[in-house]
């Protein structure tokens, strides 16, 4: 999420989210922190959307229910805002606006001209804003595709915009690492038609379910080969449906079959587009790898075709069903065979063009991790971009643009929001050290009753062991633990040492230390302490 801001007005430029890192033990998703934008209610003006996928839409239901803003975006993106903010009872009350390549939306101090420009997905738009002190662009998601499926990025209008002057450039960062251009999806659709020829029986063709260029070429290769074609998986199905309502998918009446009679064709008839490219542990090709989808079972003579790569930390999961695939007897077409995958990101290459076209004086590398904005900044300044006029913001910093000069100054509210299920929360981070210690090492909760009236020891400690070691063979261990922690406590009441809460903080260091010293392991240790009369 960015926001340009011109005294009292703000603009908002995506509200996406991001899928936890692995050691985020219980979180569902990660959104923007939008407290800066809540204290300023008052002052934002709209928010523009430059594409329809989730890391650019996803926090849109979580953020509306703290501030208003009528949304910008193409009909693909408003069309699958539509359907997200419906799923949480939000859509009644949100004013909806579908832009186009000539339309304007000005304010009074600032205005937005929009170009449009290639990812893997239709409607992906750049963004030109116009401020008193000079012209902001926002590249969003892009690459430059020469022979793409759709429409051709607006070249012409991204020179004039850079003709005109650009202050500052925010250009995505994806695959700055990687040389060269992109190659283009015209490659990819020739892989999927030579694919489908030679497949003799069935196909299950995994994807992301919004890259809807991708969808639309596995309908035409399946009417090429005479191919019924059945869609399975939440996600696929509801955009299969946008797609088709607001013609960006085209598929020929009575060729789409319902899943349940996939087995009424002969394999040969049958493709069926799934969820499940980035093996999550839901998604319906992972479940169909682990035998567990109640419809669709692998079959012998299956051709499983996987057209996305790995997100990191998605590698293991994809592979493990890749494996499990193989074990059932299907054959598995994934990116380390045969590239029939192309990202939407630009290379190198179309990085250089996106300067050279803008000709920026301040340049703000996005989108990518911390390594990937570097090599970026470093192609900037090989075409002339001063480096004093290259800014790496990080979240929450805010850089002051004027014609004269850039300089960053004081934070705003920022970090990570949490969903969890239904609650969305700033966790702390001591929360998530507790689940991470949990997972590693385990729990010990030590029960110690004692006389209200004297603090006597009536019972215990008893130590109660949830995931540390098997207790079993560890009977010699906790026995060990247990006369440890009585003589703690014994001597702790003897000579009236603090509070209760004092004892638990003594009994757990004290345990702690001995169970690293024999295991090399530190679980979390609850001590509790009841207080009975008698």
């Not at 079959?257 to 499940?276: H, S």
Request: with cysteine; hydrophobic share 40%; proline share 4%.
């Amino acid at each position: 999420m960015y926001c340009i801001q011109y005294q009292d007005e703000i603009i908002v430029i995506d509200v996406g989210l991001k899928f936890p890192d692995d050691d985020m033990l219980g979180i569902d998703l990660v959104i923007p922190d939008a407290t800066y934008l809540v204290e300023n209610q008052d002052k934002v003006k709209a928010i523009f959307l430059t594409h329809g996928h989730e890391d650019h839409i996803g926090g849109l239901p979580y953020v509306l229910k703290q501030i208003k803003a009528p949304i910008y975006g193409a009909a693909l993106t408003i069309g699958l805002v539509k359907a997200k903010l419906e799923e949480h009872g939000l859509l009644s009350d949100q004013q909806l606006n579908v832009i186009n390549d000539d339309s304007i939306i000005s304010f009074e101090h600032l205005s937005v001209a929009f170009f449009r420009t290639n990812h893997s997905i239709p409607d992906s738009f750049g963004l030109a804003v116009t401020t008193p002190q000079g012209v902001i662009v926002q590249t969003g998601d892009f690459k430059f595709d020469f022979t793409p499926f759709g429409k051709p990025s607006d070249m012409a209008k991204m020179a004039q915009i850079g003709k005109r002057g650009v202050l500052a450039l925010l250009s995505d960062s994806t695959n700055s690492e990687k040389e060269g251009f992109t190659p283009s999806e015209k490659i990819v659709g020739d892989s999927i038609r030579e694919l489908f020829l030679r497949c003799e029986g069935r196909i299950l063709f995994a994807t992301f379910a919004s890259n809807v260029h991708r969808l639309q070429q596995v309908v035409e290769a399946a009417i090429l080969c005479n191919r019924k074609l059945a869609v399975i998986g939440r996600s696929m199905e509801k955009v299969f449906l946008i797609g088709q309502d607001l013609g960006y998918i085209r598929v020929p009446e009575g060729m789409i079959i319902d899943i349940r009679d996939v087995n009424k064709y002969a394999a040969d008839k049958v493709v069926i587009i799934c969820t499940g490219s980035q093996g999550e542990p839901n998604a319906a090709l992972t479940r169909i790898a682990h035998g567990s989808h109640r419809l669709v079972e692998v079959n012998p003579g299956d051709t499983i075709i996987y057209s996305a790569s790995p997100i990191p930390g998605n590698a293991k999961n994809v592979y493990r069903s890749i494996d499990l695939l193989f074990r059932a007897g299907a054959d598995v077409i994934h990116g380390s065979i045969l590239d029939i995958h192309a990202s939407g990101h630009g290379c190198q290459e179309d990085l250089k063009l996106m300067l050279n076209l803008m000709k920026p004086k301040y340049f703000i590398p996005i989108h990518g991790e911390h390594r990937m904005l570097v090599q970026h900044t470093r192609l900037a300044e090989q075409l002339g971009v001063q480096t004093q006029n290259i800014f790496i913001l990080n979240i929450g910093n805010v850089l002051q643009v004027t014609r004269d000069k850039a300089q960053l100054g004081a934070n705003v509210a920022s970090g990570n929001v949490f969903v969890e299920g239904r609650v969305v929360s700033k966790v702390d981070t001591g929360i998530l050290d507790q689940r991470r210690k949990l997972s590693k090492s385990g729990l010990l909760i030590v029960v110690t009753t004692i006389n209200k009236n004297n603090n006597q020891i009536l019972s215990g400690p008893n130590i109660v062991s949830r995931g540390f070691v098997y207790v079993r063979d560890s009977g010699e261990l906790m026995r060990t633990a247990e006369r440890l922690a009585l003589r703690t406590v014994g001597r702790m009441i003897e000579h009236k040492e603090g509070t209760i809460e004092d004892w638990k903080e003594r009994l757990s260091a004290e345990l702690t230390t001995f169970f690293f010293e024999r295991t090399e392991r530190e679980p979390m240790i609850m001590p509790v302490f009841m207080e009975v009369s008698t």
